[in-house]
């Protein structure tokens, strides 16, 4: 089955340490994109890459970090630099990188920090 | 900067009624206006797009208007069912990047 797949579905963070949230996917997209979602708040973009080993920030990209080393793969590191990590994480890809084509996100990862 | 406001946060329908959410957009080049829905704990999913050249657009129960003039677009669900219920995201285009809402949470009681 084609999709996109985010990993952990849960995850707990000790205040001060990195995590890495990973999403990997088997659609052949070029862009890829992470988004934050916090209640009441919409979708808001933290990074996106539209051609391997090449990225973007997005609104929101303080305290984070990317890489696109791999067309299938675009990891999301939270820093310690991240003042709120505590957040559902999206990760979504689309064929291209103009965005007026159909966003496929995943199931995204809880990421909380104790 | 560009930005998306969305109508109702919360819309509360009986089954079979109708159900309507609305967003404005600022970016007067935005060309693509998709809908997204999310259930509980997933992403989102796609459920209808439409294009600047085009004013209105239906799938079964599901259609969205744009108002070009007045940056308009708008989400109508007909003849609502139980599994309708879940948070409705519209999003308009931007130069590289989707827009978001804020979010609808429709609930539709049997």
């Known amino acids: 089955d084609g999709g996109i797949t985010q990993s952990p579905k849960y995850l707990f963070r000790k205040e001060g340490q990195n995590v890495t949230l990973s999403c990997e996917q088997n659609?052949?997209?070029?862009?890829m994109y992470w988004y934050r979602q916090d209640p009441g708040q919409g979708l808001r973009l933290i990074y996106y890459?539209?051609?391997?080993?090449?990225?973007q920030k997005g609104d929101i990209a303080e305290g984070y970090s990317v890489s696109r080393e791999k067309k299938e793969s675009f990891p999301l590191t939270v820093t310690s630099a991240q003042k709120n990590p505590t957040a559902f994480y999206l990760c979504?890809?689309?064929?291209?990188?103009?965005?007026?084509?159909?966003?496929?996100f995943g199931q995204g990862t809880r990421l909380t920090v104790v | 900067g560009e930005n998306v406001e969305q109508h109702p946060s919360t819309l509360s329908v009986q089954e079979g009624d109708s159900a309507v959410i609305k967003c404005t957009y600022s970016?007067?080049?935005?060309?693509?206006f998709p809908w997204y829905k999310q259930e509980l704990g997933k992403g989102p999913q796609l459920i209808i797009d439409?294009?600047?050249?085009?004013g209105e657009k239906k799938d079964q129960r599901i259609a969205v208007t744009l108002n070009k003039t007045a940056k308009h677009f708008s989400l109508h669900i007909t003849e609502t069912q139980p599994e309708d219920s879940a948070v409705y995201f519209c999003?308009?285009?931007?130069?590289?990047?989707?827009?978001f809402g804020t979010g609808t949470r429709l609930q539709v009681f049997p």
């Open positions: 970016d007067s080049a935005s060309n693509y």
């Open positions: 439409i294009r600047s050249n085009v």
């Open positions: 890459s539209q051609i391997v080993n090449d990225f």
């Open positions: 979504a890809s689309s064929i291209q990188g103009s965005m007026n084509t159909e966003a496929f």
């Open positions: 659609l052949n997209h070029d862009a």
């Open positions: 999003a308009a285009s931007s130069t590289d990047k989707l827009i």
